[in-house]
């Protein structure tokens, strides 16, 4: 199978915060990759807007080093780096200041895409857009981009919409949630809406639970003060997680269109109940022999901010009622995982007899390690001896079904960006969704800074804390092992 490189328009692509650790990391190396499969167009120039005097020479040397360290080696030679870096250009710009915003303004062509990244700090994002319009860079066909996080709450969240919105049409800006980028979060809703199989069966009569896990094998040293203001809610919950349960979880839009499937998303969040607390667990790792806890970490001896958390949730809707979703995420776990499980009924009454082995279906749907999916069905054990079941997986890892190519599919910051040049908002949040999403989230989070109790405390290299193992245990289900 030949995986398809569908050209883009040409664009000048203005990356605040170019020299930053996630343009390094992310969204150099990722354009590098668009151009490697020839998705460029030759007269793309991508513009780092950066604080610090640096000429292009300079920022080439510097995107060079990061793309030698963060490009695989079998994806890149010194050649191509060269063709890539011929595409780039540097302005020193301040955000919050008069400085460099001619210079940059100089560096951009009429009648060509203008998009602009905002790869800072959510407290630049006004001072940027309010600088793009006064100084004349941006037009009504340009597009800006936002990073997460998008607000720490409802109130900031509103903050930052009201200020992109004075400058820019919500059709312009594009809020990135890097998960909805992944290959196989399309993939769910590819299975769901391109199969008549699945559907049918999607609903409270046919699906027992559904499980969400984002397990991370890291702590938080290096980030841990940042992290501390955060937490496991914030980071993770609020927004990645939210984006796969309103995928898994969502009614099908009329058409694959951002407004059509934003809307829909929209009303799995609105139809979230409130949490109850006893459907709520807090974690935080701790110390072990060889690894430090949490409170080393985070540089904070006294923190209860949680670095796990598990949840059951509930939707109330005609779809979902009595189906129960439990999400799980944290630092430190057993493995690095991240997957989605649709766990259906037993089948309601075996001929086989109850001990033929008989289990019901289960899909999986990971997106971390080795993307993918596989359906659990029942299948006869080979052999002679009567009717014994076994439950057998329709694999459907990706680099064993599409072969080589599966390697060449676009990781999700690229084909994000991709997407921001093509003007396909699909994958990325509308403002009212990410509102909807705090405004689910802050009471949880209130009630925890209210109680102010220490999260339970649980062991690096383990699936999380024996209450997030009780959560499911109470209802007579359980945890897909966390592993890789
Ligand atoms: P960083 O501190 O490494 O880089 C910040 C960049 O912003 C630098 O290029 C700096 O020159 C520029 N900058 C800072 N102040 C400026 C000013 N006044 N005017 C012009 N430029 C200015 O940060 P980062 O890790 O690259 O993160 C950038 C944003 O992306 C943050 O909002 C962060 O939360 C978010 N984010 C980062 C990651 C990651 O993995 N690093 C992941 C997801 C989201």
Redesign the pocket.
């Known amino acids: 199978m030949v995986s398809r490189v569908i050209p883009v328009e040409t664009f000048d692509l203005v990356i605040?915060?170019?020299?930053?650790?996630?343009?390094r990391?992310?969204i150099l190396p990722g354009l590098f990759r668009r151009f490697r499969v020839g998705q460029m167009p030759e007269e793309a120039r991508i513009i780092a807007?950066?604080?610090?005097d640096m000429d292009r020479a300079a920022f080439q040397a510097m995107v060079r080093d990061a793309l030698i360290e963060f490009v695989e080696p079998e994806a890149r030679s010194s050649e191509m780096i060269e063709g890539f870096l011929n595409h780039l250009d540097y302005a020193s710009?301040?955000?919050?200041g008069e400085s460099g915003w001619d210079t940059l303004r100089g560096k951009l062509r009429d009648g060509k895409i203008r998009a602009f990244y905002f790869?800072?700090?959510?407290s630049?994002f006004g001072a940027i857009a309010e600088r793009l319009k006064t100084y004349g860079l941006a037009n009504e066909d340009s597009r800006i981009v936002v990073?997460?996080?998008f607000g720490r709450d409802l109130e900031s969240a509103k903050i930052l919409n009201k200020g992109l919105a004075e400058y820019f049409d919500e059709s312009q800006i594009y809020r990135i949630d890097h998960y909805l980028g992944k290959e196989t979060v399309q993939n769910l809703m590819a299975v769901r809406f391109g199969n008549i199989l699945f559907e049918p069966l999607w609903n409270a009569q046919y699906i027992d639970h559904v499980q969400i896990t984002v397990a991370e094998t890291v702590g938080v040293g290096g980030r841990g003060s940042y992290y501390d203001k955060s937490g496991a809610m914030r980071d993770m919950v609020q927004n990645h997680i939210m984006q796969l349960l309103c995928l898994t979880a969502m009614e099908p839009p009329a058409r694959f269109e951002p407004d059509a499937v934003r809307d829909e998303k929209l009303k799995v969040i609105r139809a979230l109940d409130p949490v109850t607390v006893q459907d709520v667990v807090r974690g935080q790792y701790q110390e072990t022999s060889d690894l430090a806890g949490y409170l080393e970490d985070s540089e904070n001896p006294d923190s209860n901010t949680e670095s796990f958390v598990a949840m059951k949730l509930e939707i109330a809707n005609w779809r979902w009622q009595g189906t129960p979703f439990y999400i799980r995420t944290g630092k430190r776990l057993r493995a690095r995982m991240s997957e989605i499980v649709i766990r259906f009924r037993e089948i309601p009454h075996s001929i086989f007899g109850a001990d033929s082995g008989s289990k019901a279906n289960e899909l999986s749907i990971r997106l971390q390690p080795n993307e993918g999916m596989d359906l659990r069905v029942t299948i006869k054990e080979p052999g002679p001896g009567g009717m014994r079941l076994v439950d057998v997986p329709l694999d459907m890892t990706f680099a064993k079904v599409l072969g080589p190519d599966a390697d060449d599919v676009p990781d999700a910051y690229e084909r994000l960006i991709m997407d921001v040049i093509r003007g396909n908002q699909t994958l990325f949040m509308r403002g009212d969704e990410v509102e909807a999403a705090w405004a689910w989230t802050d009471p949880i989070i209130s009630a925890w800074e209210e109680a102010d109790k220490r999260p339970a405390p649980y062991d690096s290299g383990s699936s999380g804390p024996e209450e997030a193992l009780a959560l499911m245990h109470r209802d007579n289900r359980r945890w897909k092992e966390i592993r890789s």
Request: proline share 8%.
């Open positions: 605040f915060g170019g020299t930053g650790d996630l343009a990391r992310k807007a950066a604080r610090g710009v301040d955000a919050m790869s800072v700090a959510p630049l990073e997460k996080p």
